[in-house]
């Protein structure tokens, strides 16, 4: 059985660095895409960065230059380093996977994966 779990939320003044993790297991994660998704107060779930099993990323343009995802494939942890953090970063953190034959293949398409973490919060205040 898969699972995902986040952690590394919290709450964080504008300009402020975060760190989320997220363990992978039941899943041979090499094979996997893996991307880092938030959901807003009052908004649509959104998808913030991904990367492929090699290791090739994309983001979405709120986060360019702010935000590095990574992936250490010898203990099966996502990360996603945040800096310089706005109040608009503030939402629920998700990340998600999904098995794929390409090494290359990655997506910031929430339909895309089937594979989802419970969240972690990070709140950035003014």
């Known amino acids: 059985q898969v699972h995902l779990v986040e952690s590394g939320g919290g709450s964080v003044q504008s300009g402020g660095s975060l760190r989320l993790s997220c363990g992978v297991s039941?899943?041979?994660?090499?094979?996997?895409?893996m991307a880092w998704f938030r959901q807003r107060p009052g908004k649509e779930r959104e998808g913030v960065a991904t990367?492929?099993?090699?290791?090739?990323?994309d983001y979405a343009d709120p986060v360019k230059g702010r935000f590095t995802i990574s992936r250490d494939n010898s203990d099966n942890t996502l990360y996603l380093q945040m800096f310089n953090l706005k109040p608009e970063d503030t939402a629920i953190y998700f990340c998600?996977?999904?098995?794929?034959?390409?090494?290359?293949?990655?997506?910031?398409?929430?339909?895309?994966?089937?594979?989802w973490g419970q969240g972690t919060q990070v709140t950035v205040s003014s």
């Open positions: 039941g899943i041979t994660y090499e094979d996997v895409c």
């Open positions: 998600a996977a999904v098995f794929t034959y390409y090494s290359y293949y990655k997506s910031l398409s929430a339909e895309r994966y089937n594979y």
């Open positions: 990367i492929a099993g090699d290791g090739s990323t």
